[in-house]
Structures are given as C-alpha cells and as structure tokens.
C-alpha cells in the first residue's frame, strides 16, 4: 500500500491554508482524525496522537483500520452518513466520537472522527452509578424497617422520613420533607441533637397518644456535625414490656435446659451447699476452694453418708472446668468384666453385643471437665493397672481399638475404705495411691461434728419439704436432745433417712417431737422412766408432767452448751430457740 500525504486530498484541503487549519487543530483538546476517499489517514492532530499514544508520521498514509481498528470511519465514507456520540476504546482509552463524512459537489471525498478521552469521566459515571446504586438499596432498607427513620440536616429540616415512621405518624413522607422536624413531629428533640451533637439513646418521648421509645444520634462527616437520625425502637412502652416479657419468658427457658443438662452431665452442688459451722466443716470448706483453684487430682476419704459426693460437686462447680461435664462412675457398681469398657469405652465388635459403631467410655464422656470415681477402693488390681496409665498418661485406647485419644479431665477419687491398710494388704497399688493422693479430703463422721446436726436438720427439712406435702418447720428441743446423743454410724445419709422417716409420722405437728422418732433414739426416756419407777419404790413423790419435761428441757440446753463450747448464742441457734427465750430458760434452770 503506497503512502499518501495532505497534497493527495482533494483541492479544498491542498491549499496553503491547510498549514495554517493543522496548527489550529494540533491546539484543540479533541482529537482530530482525516482521512481521503479511499480511507488512508491524511491528518492525525497532536491530540489524537497523546489519546492513542501513535505518531502521526507514523500512521500518515495508512489505512485507518490498520492504525486503529473498528474506527467506523470507513463506514461513514461508504454510507455517506454521520455517526455522532459513538463509544469507542482506543488502547486503554475510553473515548467519545463524532465520525462525519466530508462533502464535495455532492461526493464523499473523505471523512473526519472528532474525538475526546473520556476515561477518567466513565471512570467517575461508574462511581457516580455506584453510589445510586448504593443509595437506592438503602432507601429500600430504609423503606422495608418496621422502625420509624427519620433524617434531618444541621439545622433540623427533614431529608428523609421512611414509610414506617410516616404512617406512624399519618403524614405523606413527600410533604413532610423539607419542613422543619418540630413542625411534624411533636416533642421531637431531633434539631437538638443535630446541633448539640450529643446522642440521646432509648429516650422516652410522648408522640401523640403513644409513649415510645426513640434513640437520637448526631451525623458526623469529616468531624463536623452534618446532621441526625432518629428512630422509633417501640412506638408504645407496652410493646417494650411485651418484648420483655418473652425474653423473660426464653431466659427461664434457657436457664430450665442448662439446669436439665446440668442434672445429666453437670455438678448439682456448690461450695454453698456444705452444711457445718463446725471447725472441722470451715477448715474442709476452705481446702475444697483451694483444690478447686487447680487441676491436681483429689481423694476424698470418709465413711459411707458423709457427703463425699457432695464435696466433688462442689470442687468441680467452683473450678474452671466448672462449664464441662461432670461424670460419675460407681466403681463398686459396675460387674469387674464390664468396668473397663464403662470407663475406657469400646470399638465396634470388640465383644459379642458389642455396639455397632463402638461407645465412648465415661473417660472420654468426661472430656473437658471432671470425673468422679467413687468407691474406688473396690476396684480390682487389674484395673487398677490400667487406670494408672491413664491417669499417668492422660491418654487412653478404647477396647479392641488402637486409636489413641488425648485427655484433657480432672480426676476426683473417693472411698471409705483404709487405702493404706489395703496397700499392706496387698489389695491397693502403692503407685495408684500416690497418684490419687496428691490433694486430699478427710470428711469427718458425723458423731464427731454434733454441732453441725440442728444447722444439718434444717437444710435437711426444706429439701424433704419439697417432696412431702406436709411443712415442718424445724426439731423440738427434746427431740433435738436425742438426735445430738446419738452416735449416727449412718452418718448425714442416716440422719435424712430418720427426719424424714419422722415427717411422715407426723399428722398436725410443725415440729418433730420425739414420739416420732426411731427407737433406737428414745434410749433416754427409757432411761428416764426407769428413774421414775426407781422414785417410787423409794417412796419418794412421782415426778408429774411438767417436770418431766423441764428436766428434758433442762438435758437438752446442757447438751447443745457442750456441743457450741459454751456459746451461748449458738446454742440457742441449734435448739431452734430465740436468744432472749434461751436466756430466760437458763435464768428458769438457774444455768450460768
């Protein structure tokens, strides 16, 4: 293809003047494209140059669909027709072109695209799409929220009120805007607030007939106060007390799930719940809260009732992993040929009547948390074997599996046995012992902390209340007597077995006198009628009724005075009795 340059136009554009026309076009900002008849390129002004990034001497004379393709121009010369605000890219340019044919005695002689760079302003429409976009949705939120919105500028004047809040208030939300916000909305503190800056969250304000609930908030741009939005929360304090009553109603809901699956896999008690002022009962209640600080394990020694279980609870709900599971096993309840699958679990067809798809063992159950062995002074050596590499370890293999599970529990133990005298009797691993024996509770009997038993029975009482309908309210003094004189082999499990054995002997009484007591506790008034018979074969005079009962009375006030150390004020506390009553009865019985 052979060049062309500006002499091959046709006359019009040959002329000494088109010298004079190219500086004129090279000043423009538009790009300036000519090209002849046949479509070659006869003049490319210094803008088109900087839009495309080509040099004119570098495309003069050339076809203009091989400089820059799909330029249309060559169309316009062939359909003798303008194409005018066409889009078109060049390069990485977006531009914008008028493409016009040029006229001469009625014949194409040429054709001229004039053209701008419009990148940067499709650049900015796109932004400018965007934020309408953007606006739009939120208008639609705003539009769709149940609560009344509304916008006002600095000085108070109405933007925007969404539907919600112009049918709460019955006005046409296109009227309104504009006004002033005291104009449509009464009681309204919105120019305030867009003034002050200050925000007023979950005010009370009177609109209308209704007491609602609105929250106020400054706009803030660039740290200059623009403007506000209000909202109405409730638009009547009874739907706030309505919306109060269901999440009270959802929170006892909650509370009742996680107290049902506190009772499956959680401790019942606390550190609240041992029962005892005694000095033994305050020095134990402060070690189980320093136990419960750590992760060591625990051994809780006592005789069968004495609350070993409780105290576990307690540990447990007063630790860390008092979120976790608490898992008891009975280890003496357990058959010895099933108590390693219960605690380490199984694989599946690891044993006939295996469990399709195995089962987790309590170990595995108590993940996270706490287990509690009780009784396990009954567990067999074998076991006890196999225990100690758990404990040692913190690791475990199910039965019949090779899958090793990590372990991350607290292990609480408990008996009543003498660990030490099995140790020598060959029936207890010395090694196991020193593994459980790191933190140590030693629950004393309950003939040993006699002080604790009017404090015990009245804890006691309340439970058994619950699940006896009928209310007893506490012990006579008399029959007070009996239970401190009693050496409760049983101990607080027996102690609980008698009162309520009593409270359902009992017809009209609020108190437990001693006629419904076991008769293994009225040993003192057998006691007592034999020195009444006594009394009679001496000649002497029977004791009447009221004797009988200000000696009784007399006994019980001595007993509960050696059981408080000669406190006077806890005595009167164990026998039931007002302080100034208890004084009065020591002034009666001349008791100093």
């Given at each position: 293809m052979h060049k062309r340059d500006l002499?091959?136009?046709?006359?019009?554009?040959?002329?000494?003047?088109?010298?004079?026309?190219?500086?004129?076009?090279?000043?423009?900002?538009?790009?300036?494209?000519?090209?002849?008849?046949?479509?070659?390129?006869?003049?490319?002004?210094?803008?088109?140059e900087f839009i495309s990034g080509l040099a004119a001497e570098a495309v003069l004379g050339k076809m203009v669909d091989d400089v820059i393709p799909n330029t249309g121009?060559?169309?316009?010369?062939?359909?003798?027709?303008?194409?005018?605000?066409?889009?078109?890219?060049?390069?990485?340019?977006?531009?914008?072109?008028?493409?016009?044919?040029?006229?001469?005695?009625?014949?194409?002689?040429?054709?001229?695209?004039?053209?701008?760079?419009?990148?940067?302003?499709?650049?900015?429409?796109?932004?400018?799409?965007?934020?309408?976009?953007?606006?739009?949705?939120?208008?639609?939120?705003?539009?769709?929220?149940?609560?009344?919105?509304?916008?006002v500028d600095k000085q108070g004047t109405i933007t925007m009120l969404n539907k919600a809040y112009s049918e709460f208030l019955n006005v046409d939300p296109q009227e309104v805007v504009g006004k002033h916000v005291a104009e449509v909305i009464s009681n309204t503190r919105m120019h305030l607030v867009a003034q002050g800056g200050k925000a007023e969250v979950t005010d009370i304000q009177k609109i209308g007939d209704n007491t609602c609930v609105v929250t106020r908030i400054p706009i803030i741009e660039d740290g200059e106060i623009v403007g506000a939005v209000g909202n109405v929360v409730f638009k009547d304090v009874k739907d706030l007390k309505c919306l109060a009553g269901r999440i009270n109603k959802l929170e006892s809901e909650l509370e009742f799930y996680k107290e049902e699956l506190c009772k499956m896999y959680g401790g019942k008690y606390t550190i609240a719940n041992?029962?005892?002022?005694?000095?033994?009962?305050?020095?134990l209640r402060n070690l189980a809260a320093k136990a419960a600080k750590g992760t060591s394990t625990v051994l809780i020694l006592g005789e069968?009732?004495?609350?070993?279980?409780?105290f576990a609870h307690a540990i447990h709900n007063a630790s860390r992993r008092r979120q976790g599971p608490f898992i008891k096993v009975n280890c003496a309840a357990v058959p010895e040929n099933l108590l390693e699958s219960e605690l380490f679990g199984y694989e599946e067809g690891a044993f006939t009547g295996a469990r399709k798809?195995?089962?987790?063992?309590?170990?595995?159950?108590?993940?996270?948390?706490?287990?509690?062995l009780d009784e396990i002074g009954e567990m067999s050596l074998a076991m006890q074997v196999k225990l100690l590499r758990v404990l040692q370890e913190r690791e475990l293999e199910r039965v019949g599996g090779t899958k090793t599970t990590k372990l991350d529990i607290r292990v609480i133990a408990a008996t009543n046995r003498d660990l030490e005298k099995m140790i020598e009797q060959n029936q207890f691993r010395q090694d196991l012992y020193y593994r459980l024996n790191i933190f140590t509770l030693n629950i004393p009997p309950l003939r040993d902390r006699l002080e604790d038993i009017p404090e015990l029975c009245d804890m006691l009482l309340k439970k058994i209340n619950k699940q006896i309908e009928h209310w007893v309210e506490g012990v006579s003094p008399e029959a007070m007597a009996l239970l401190m004189e009693y050496n409760w082999p049983g101990n607080v499990r027996e102690l609980e077995n008698i009162l309520e054995r009593a409270v359902n002997l009992m017809e009209d009484d609020t108190v437990i006198i001693p006629e419904v007591l076991p008769p293994m506790l009225k040993k003192m008034h057998k006691g007592k009628s034999r020195d009444i018979e006594q009394a009679k074969d001496a000649g002497g005079k029977e004791p009447d009724l009221a004797e009988i009962k200000g000696d009784a009375e007399k006994q019980a006030i001595f007993r509960a005075l050696e059981a408080a150390g000669g406190n006077k004020s806890k005595a009167a506390r164990m026998l039931g009795i007002h302080r100034s009553g208890f004084y009065q009865k020591l002034q009666k019985y001349n008791i100093l």
């Open positions: 002499n091959s136009l046709p006359e019009a554009f040959s002329s000494t003047g088109i010298a004079e026309m190219k500086v004129v076009l090279d000043s423009v900002c538009n790009g300036v494209v000519v090209v002849d008849s046949y479509g070659y390129i006869t003049l490319f002004n210094a803008a088109a121009l060559l169309r316009v010369l062939e359909t003798g027709v303008s194409e005018l605000n066409q889009r078109q890219d060049i390069g990485n340019c977006a531009i914008l072109t008028n493409r016009t044919p040029i006229i001469k005695d009625g014949q194409v002689v040429g054709a001229v695209a004039v053209f701008q760079d419009i990148t940067e302003l499709t650049e900015v429409i796109t932004e400018l799409e965007d934020v309408k976009r953007l606006k739009s949705t939120l208008e639609s939120i705003l539009e769709s929220l149940n609560e009344g919105i509304v916008v041992i029962i005892g002022n005694s000095e033994k009962m305050a020095y069968s009732g004495t609350g070993k279980e409780l798809g195995g089962k987790p063992g309590k170990f595995e159950l108590a993940n996270g948390g706490t287990i509690f």
